[in-house]
């Protein structure tokens, strides 16, 4: 059996959740992986809760959507209380945006706060890039695709008035000093 | 020679596409000439990418005031000579049955993508269902044949559309991808291939257009190409003349129409089976059920289980020896379904053994924990 790792995108409507998920899925294709994706699909507006979920394994999927996460970033707190049960309890990752998610303790999961939104509002002045200041940071901490399929990814998923904002918060992302 | 090798129209290689992406570049990749249709949800980024695709190609796309009249539009392009298709859901597939019975009657081929919603009706517009498995064969008055289609996978959205426009070419009848909401909205890596086989309709100049031909498919001429065409929904000689008093036409053409499908079922039918050989109880499932079954039927197997998986790609005609060859060999089988049990009652007819429904009629697609613990409690 080759490497099989589920990962969910979590947050609320509008904060680029579903782009996030695409460009990942993206990046997995780009490094000649087996890539299956979906995300939350509905007539719910901004402000919402939304998930995407993304496979990437190095042989065909079965079953297309996540059974169990092995990696969840959640960007908002309903997400991260809805899904974080829902996490693979040995070597599952939990990656949250710090302070909007407050955590609950899980014995031996590993959870790592990332201020994300933050960073993409002083570092880029636009809080809307944040989704691509986490998933750059997710790649560096997991490493389930490598940099150079990511950036690819988001060139050919971005439309090109917003390319170099989205391209400097995923560099943001993947070069993030951990404390 | 009918069949035809083509150059694919997108390069060769890997891509991430939806089950709607990959639909609509079947489509282009078949030499789709004319679409017609009228968005709807969970269908429309296939029209989307269909409208944006052939301003590329040259094909000609129409936004049609309504589902009768997309249907309408796609039976005229094909008896103007080119391939034609719409793609829809259950409420716009409910508009379309009339037509569709029209196209069999005519024999005109042509395909239709449904992407199947929870229903009846309106139902929820966002959320997969499998209720309309049933409506693509009975649907329309009549005794009718069609070939229906339900694809598993993206890359099948992808094969399965070229394929359609093949067996609708080939036997001149309408053909209907049975596809959903999951499927459709799903993210998978596909391989495009170099090159893709086309069936080219076949001509014969002066044959009859409703004749016998060979094999019960007749040459299919187009408007413009100096036949004497004559097409007519009602009953026709082999030369499309009306005859609504014969007994004797009514009968042959009826019976023609019937057996041109059915005799060749044998070829149009594709199925795969895994474990079958030593298993007690084996499940019959077709589309993303059929990725949970497998999913299910995998890990049981790990724990020494003796259960197996047939999965239907061709859903019309009905594979009738298929399962009275299975149903005579296993205690059980189990269909799963994202309606109440439609495929399971086709499946009764057959099956000299025990067939166990499994009904999920919530919108949401039946995961294989569901089926784990089904399964469990039948062996």
Same mark, same amino acid.
């Given at each position: 059996?080759?490497?099989?790792?589920q990962v969910r995108l979590c947050g609320l409507g509008g904060q680029g959740i579903v782009l996030a998920g695409t460009i990942l899925g993206h990046a997995g294709i780009n490094?000649?992986?087996?890539v299956a994706g979906s995300s939350s699909y509905g007539a719910e507006a901004r402000g919402s809760a939304c998930r995407s979920e993304v496979i990437i394994?190095?042989?065909?999927?079965?079953?297309?959507?996540v059974?169990?996460a092995?990696i969840l970033v959640a960007m908002s707190q309903s997400a991260y209380d809805k899904y974080?049960?829902?996490?693979?309890?040995?070597?599952?990752?939990v990656i949250y945006d710090d302070p909007l998610v407050?955590?609950?303790?899980?014995?031996?999961?590993?959870?790592i706060g990332i201020p994300a939104t933050n960073i993409a509002a002083t570092e880029l002045n636009n809080k809307q890039v944040a989704n691509m200041v986490i998933l750059g940071i997710a790649v560096e901490i997991t490493?389930i695709v490598?940099k150079?399929a990511l950036i690819s990814a988001v060139e050919k998923n971005v439309p090109e008035r917003f390319k170099a904002l989205n391209l400097k918060a995923v560099e943001l992302g993947l070069n993030w000093?951990?404390? | 020679?009918?069949?035809?090798?083509?150059?694919?129209?997108?390069?060769?290689?890997?891509?991430y596409?939806s089950?709607?992406e990959?639909?609509?570049?079947?489509?282009?990749? $078949?030499?789709?000439?004319?679409?017609?249709?009228?968005?709807?949800?969970?269908?429309?980024e @296939?029209?989307h990418?269909?409208?944006?695709?052939?301003?590329?190609?040259?094909?000609?796309?129409?936004?049609?005031?309504?589902?009768?009249?997309?249907?309408?539009?796609?039976?005229?392009?094909? !008896?103007?000579?080119?391939?034609?298709?719409?793609?829809?859901?259950?409420?716009?597939?409910?508009?379309?049955?009339?037509?569709?019975?029209?196209?069999?009657?005519?024999?005109?081929?042509?395909?239709?993508?449904?992407?199947?919603?929870?229903?009846?009706? /309106?139902?929820? $517009?966002t959320?997969?269902?499998?209720?309309?498995?049933?409506?693509?064969? !009975?649907?329309?008055?009549?005794?009718? =044949?069609?070939?229906?289609?339900?694809? !598993?996978?993206?890359? =099948?959205?992808?094969?399965?559309?070229?394929?359609?426009?093949? @067996?609708?070419?080939?036997?001149? &009848?309408?053909?209907?991808?049975?596809?959903?909401?999951?499927?459709?909205h799903l993210r998978?890596?596909?391989?495009?291939?170099?090159?893709?086989?086309?069936?080219?309709?076949?001509?014969?100049?002066?044959?009859?257009?409703?004749?016998?031909?060979?094999?019960?498919?007749?040459?299919?001429?187009?408007?413009?190409?100096?036949?004497?065409?004559?097409?007519? $929904?009602?009953?026709?000689?082999?030369?499309?003349?009306?005859?609504?008093?014969?007994?004797?036409?009514?009968?042959?053409?009826?019976?023609?129409?019937?057996? #041109?499908?059915?005799?060749?079922?044998?070829?149009?039918?594709? +199925?795969?089976? +895994?474990?079958?050989?030593?298993?007690? &109880?084996?499940?019959?499932?077709? *589309?993303? /059920?059929?990725?949970?079954? @497998?999913?299910?039927?995998?890990?049981?197997?790990?724990?020494?289980?003796?259960?197996?998986?047939?999965?239907?790609? /061709?859903? !019309?005609?009905?594979?009738?020896?298929?399962?009275?060859?299975?149903?005579?060999?296993?205690?059980?089988?189990?269909?799963?379904?994202?309606?109440? *049990?439609?495929?399971?009652?086709?499946?009764? #007819?057959?099956?000299?053994?025990?067939?166990?429904?499994?009904?999920?009629?919530?919108?949401?697609?039946?995961?294989? +924990?569901?089926?784990?613990?089904?399964?469990?409690?039948?062996?």
């Amino acid at each position: 059996m080759g490497a099989v790792k589920q990962v969910r995108l979590c947050g609320l409507g509008g904060q680029g959740i579903v782009l996030a998920g695409t460009i990942l899925g993206h990046a997995g294709i780009n490094d000649r992986k087996w890539v299956a994706g979906s995300s939350s699909y509905g007539a719910e507006a901004r402000g919402s809760a939304c998930r995407s979920e993304v496979i990437i394994s190095d042989e065909p999927i079965s079953f297309p959507h996540v059974i169990e996460a092995d990696i969840l970033v959640a960007m908002s707190q309903s997400a991260y209380d809805k899904y974080i049960e829902n996490v693979e309890s040995e070597k599952g990752i939990v990656i949250y945006d710090d302070p909007l998610v407050s955590t609950k303790e899980i014995n031996g999961l590993k959870q790592i706060g990332i201020p994300a939104t933050n960073i993409a509002a002083t570092e880029l002045n636009n809080k809307q890039v944040a989704n691509m200041v986490i998933l750059g940071i997710a790649v560096e901490i997991t490493k389930i695709v490598t940099k150079g399929a990511l950036i690819s990814a988001v060139e050919k998923n971005v439309p090109e008035r917003f390319k170099a904002l989205n391209l400097k918060a995923v560099e943001l992302g993947l070069n993030w000093e951990m404390e | 020679m009918v069949l035809k090798e083509m150059k694919s129209t997108l390069p060769p290689g890997s891509y991430y596409f939806s089950g709607n992406e990959a639909a609509a570049e079947g489509a282009i990749a $078949a030499q789709c000439g004319y679409y017609a249709g009228y968005p709807i949800t969970p269908s429309s980024e @296939l029209m989307h990418r269909i409208a944006a695709r052939f301003r590329e190609t040259g094909a000609v796309f129409m936004q049609m005031e309504d589902e009768l009249a997309s249907i309408c539009s796609i039976i005229g392009a094909s !008896w103007a000579g080119a391939r034609a298709m719409t793609a829809t859901s259950g409420p716009g597939f409910s508009l379309m049955q009339e037509a569709i019975s029209y196209a069999i009657m005519t024999e005109t081929p042509i395909v239709i993508v449904d992407i199947q919603r929870v229903g009846p009706s /309106t139902g929820q $517009a966002t959320r997969p269902g499998g209720g309309d498995m049933m409506q693509a064969k !009975w649907g329309s008055h009549g005794d009718r =044949e069609v070939i229906a289609i339900s694809p !598993w996978s993206v890359q =099948e959205m992808y094969d399965q559309t070229i394929n359609a426009f093949n @067996l609708a070419e080939r036997y001149r &009848v309408p053909v209907i991808l049975l596809s959903d909401e999951a499927i459709a909205h799903l993210r998978e890596r596909i391989e495009v291939r170099e090159r893709i086989t086309i069936f080219n309709r076949r001509k014969e100049k002066g044959a009859p257009p409703f004749g016998a031909g060979d094999d019960g498919v007749p040459p299919m001429p187009a408007f413009g190409e100096g036949e004497k065409l004559l097409v007519t $929904a009602s009953t026709h000689t082999e030369y499309g003349l009306r005859k609504t008093n014969d007994p004797l036409v009514q009968a042959k053409l009826a019976s023609r129409l019937h057996y #041109k499908i059915v005799n060749k079922r044998e070829e149009i039918i594709e +199925y795969e089976h +895994y474990h079958v050989e030593d298993a007690e &109880v084996v499940v019959i499932a077709y *589309g993303f /059920t059929a990725r949970s079954s @497998l999913f299910a039927v995998e890990r049981l197997r790990q724990e020494g289980k003796k259960v197996g998986m047939i999965r239907l790609k /061709t859903i !019309w005609p009905f594979a009738d020896r298929l399962i009275r060859n299975l149903g005579a060999k296993v205690k059980k089988v189990f269909v799963p379904e994202m309606n109440i *049990g439609q495929m399971a009652g086709e499946i009764m #007819k057959y099956a000299p053994c025990d067939v166990i429904s499994f009904s999920q009629t919530n919108g949401e697609v039946i995961h294989p +924990y569901t089926i784990m613990e089904q399964l469990e409690r039948l062996l």
